[in-house]
Structures are given as C-alpha cells and as structure tokens.
C-alpha cells in the first residue's frame, strides 16, 4: 500500500497527510480550499482536481470531511467517488464523524460500485493527528481492515477494529463525543465556580489533576485553550452539535430515553446560535462566565 488518496485537508485532514508524506507514501489529494492545497503541494503532495480522479489511481483513499451533506457530496456528487465503477478494488476509509445511516449507504453503495468501504472515526484532535496518537474506532470487514492497519499505525497509536457492524466504529465514537460534551459543560460551570471564590485556576489544575475530578478534557480544555485565552480550533463547537446530534438521534432510534443528554444538546444548540460555533467547544466556559456576570448585573 504505497499510494494514498485524501479528501478534506482540515485541521485533522492536514497534519494526517503531512506524516503519510513524511513516511514516504505517495499522496494524492483534494481539498476545494486553495491554500491548503498550496501547503500540501509544498510537501510533495500531488494536487487532483475532483475527488472521482482519485478512484483506481490510489490503494486506499481516505476522507475526513465537516458535515453529512459534505461527505454525501464527495461520494454521491457530480464528481464524486461513486460516479464511475471503479475497476480495481479500491479501499474507502471515511474517517469523519457521520451518521450510522449514511455509514451504512456509503458501505451499501462502495460495493456495488466494486470498492471496499471502512466507517473509521477518530479521536485524539489536531494534537493525535500531529502526534500521531490518535485512536481509530474502525468498523466493517476484519479482512479490508487488516489490510490498511499498517497505514493506520503510521497516522495513530491505538487502533481498533470494532466490529463487522460498519456503524459500530461510529457507535463508539458518538459515546465518546457525549461524554467530551459532558466534561466540556462540568468543567466550563467548575472553573467558573473557582474564579468567583477567586481561586487560582493554575493551582486548583495541580490539585484536581491528582484528583478524582480531573479528566482528559479538563487537561485539554484549560491548558491548551482557557489557560491561553485562545479558542482557535482544535474541535469546534459546531462539530460537537453535530456528534451529540447523532448521539441523540441513535438513542432515539433505539428508543432510549436520554433526558440528561437531550438537555445537553439543547444548550450547545442555543450557544452555537449565539456565534460560538465556529470556536473551540472549550469556548463554553467564556459563555457561561459572561452569562453569569450579566445575570449577576
Ligand atoms: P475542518 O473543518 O477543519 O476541515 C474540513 C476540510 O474539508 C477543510 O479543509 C475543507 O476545506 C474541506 N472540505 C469542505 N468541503 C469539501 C468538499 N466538498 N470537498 C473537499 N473538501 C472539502 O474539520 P476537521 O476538524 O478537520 O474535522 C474533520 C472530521 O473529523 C469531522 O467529521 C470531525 O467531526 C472529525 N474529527 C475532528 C476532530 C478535531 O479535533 N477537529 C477530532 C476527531 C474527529
């Protein structure tokens, strides 16, 4: 597996592709941003100029796209990796967080246009996909995916295969976005508590880092965004909605009664609607401190 196809060039796309590069594969790549592509030319990429030139001429083509409508787009498009029926048996790897359905229409539609198709989402942020320690949660067939397992390991450190299912990659991952919602609220409402009581967020990090209220994403969310006062995604808040949206839609579908969940959802709704969406989803934290000072008016 030597020659590799990447569609979505983003914050996770980018870095993926420069250490693929880096490791002496040949990229191939498409992205409708110019100055990405211009980044990605100057490490050697080779820039393709509609995703459908990508098919039959790479081993293994990843996506790792924004939005449902996007990845729809890219597959199903004018242009898109379905349009012709390919000749060799190419892999197709969407590493971006979608809906089960839509996993499962791309599985459908890949094999009948005589490709392979694996739903593999990820975890770890820009910082896993720099450092190469994200987590891959991969479903459908064990056999495609023994053979891409070696490329995966050079883009992250912990690489599973999840199951045949092909959403069951996605059901891990939607789990795990729920609960970074989660953490992300208790730590935004937490620090906030610390600041009224005008305790030092440095030093309450140091102690509740060897307590039981420290979590990943209080480490990620105070040292690499609050700390600094720089909400520069990282993972936007919008992406967040989307994946709590799917959260919420499984549970639905599978007749869960979520309140907590649903509750959840809804504030993160109403703050992207306010203009946070664009921001880290650590930005949560600024909301609530200048919902509180405005109340407290
Ligand atoms: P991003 O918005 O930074 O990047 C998306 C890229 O797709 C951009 O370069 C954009 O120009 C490109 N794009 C948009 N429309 C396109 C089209 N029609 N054809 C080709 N390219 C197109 O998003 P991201 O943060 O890199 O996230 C990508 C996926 O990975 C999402 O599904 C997200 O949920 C998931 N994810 C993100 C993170 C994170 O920390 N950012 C972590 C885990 C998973």
């Known amino acids: 597996m030597k020659k590799i196809g990447f569609i979505g060039l983003g914050n996770m796309g980018f870095p993926m592709v420069k250490n693929l590069l880096a490791d002496g594969y040949i990229v191939k790549v498409f ?3 110019e100055d990405v592509l211009k980044k990605c030319e100057d ?13 039959d001429d790479v081993d293994v083509l990843f996506t790792s796209l924004p939005s449902e409508e996007i990845v729809q787009n890219v597959y199903f498009g004018p242009k898109g990796l379905f349009n012709e029926k390919s000749k060799s048996k190419t892999i197709m790897v969407d590493t971006s967080t979608v809906s089960p359905t839509l996993n499962d229409k791309l599985k459908k539609e890949a094999e009948a246009s005589n490709n392979h198709f694996l739903a593999a989402p990820v975890s770890g942020g820009v910082v896993g996909a720099e450092n190469r320690t994200l987590t891959f949660m991969v479903g459908g067939s064990e ?10 390991n050079h883009l992250g450190e912990n690489i599973f295969h999840v199951g045949e299912a092909i959403d069951s990659g996605t059901t891990v991952k939607l789990i795990n976005n729920l609960l970074i919602g989660f953490y992300t609220a208790g730590v935004s409402e937490a620090l906030h508590i610390a600041n009224k009581q005008g305790i ?5 990090f140091e102690m509740l880092n060897v307590s039981y209220g420290q979590s990943r994403i209080y480490d990620r969310n105070y040292n690499t965004f609050i700390r600094e006062d720089n909400y520069e995604p990282g993972f936007s808040l919008d992406l967040l909605v989307k994946d709590l949206n799917f959260a919420v839609d499984l549970a639905d579908e599978l007749d869960l009664e979520l309140p907590i969940s649903k509750d959840l959802l809804n504030l993160y709704k109403n703050v992207s609607t306010e ?10 934290y600024e909301r609530v401190r200048d919902q509180s000072n405005k109340k407290n008016k």
């Open 31 to 33: 992205d409708i941003n």
């Open 43 to 55: 490490l050697n990429a080779v820039i393709i100029d509609s995703p459908e030139k990508l098919v």
């Open 143 to 152: 056999e495609t995916f023994h053979q891409i397992e070696d490329v995966l």
């Open 200 to 204: 030092d967020l440095d030093v309450l």
């Open 275 to 284: 203009g946070y969406g664009k921001k880290d989803m650590s930005v949560l």
